[in-house]
């Protein structure tokens, strides 16, 4: 399979504000009033990544995920749409968020990423899938292809 670049159907990337006065700032991280209702929080987490290294790339069959890179740390992410019958399929779309470019990643199911930490020290991330990991208290199987365990995978991070 060949991909080629451009943006994809269903990924929202949004510009985030930092809200600044005198004893530091505040970002919106999400707002229900911004965000369909399928892709509401179910919970939310954060992550730190060491510098040169990447986490995906994997897909989910149900989960959506949004993904916030605000800092600390710039990271590249990676975006295959893998969906067959998606009007963006095979596109390939790799962009940079972070301290520099507060963003927010909505990444519906089906869409293959990845996101490496560009930055020359420990970096952020934060993650408000629609679905709990793992299910109810943890005992579902998880809603994740990782195709980061095949050496030969097509979803390559260049």
């Not at 892709?39 to 949004?66: C, I, K, N, W």
């Not at 420990?122 to 005992?139: E, R, S, T």
């Amino acid at each position: 399979m060949a991909f080629k670049a451009g943006q994809i159907d269903g990924v929202k990337v949004t510009p985030l504000k930092r809200f600044k006065d005198k004893r530091g700032w505040l970002v919106e991280t999400f707002r229900h009033d911004e965000l369909e209702t399928e892709y509401f929080p179910t919970m939310g987490y954060s992550s730190e990544t060491l510098p040169g290294l990447s986490r995906g790339p994997h897909e989910h069959v149900d989960q959506a995920d949004l993904f916030v890179f605000m800092g600390p740390g710039t990271f590249r992410m990676w975006l295959w749409d893998n969906r067959s019958l998606s009007k963006t399929y095979e596109n390939k779309w790799v962009f940079e968020g972070g301290d520099e470019n507060p963003i927010s990643v909505l990444v519906p199911k089906g869409v293959v990423h990845a996101y490496k930490n560009v930055s020359s020290f420990p970096a952020m991330v934060h993650n408000f899938p629609n679905q709990l990991y793992a299910g109810k208290n943890k005992k579902e199987p998880v809603d994740e292809i990782r195709h980061e365990d095949d050496p030969n995978t097509i979803y390559q991070l260049n």
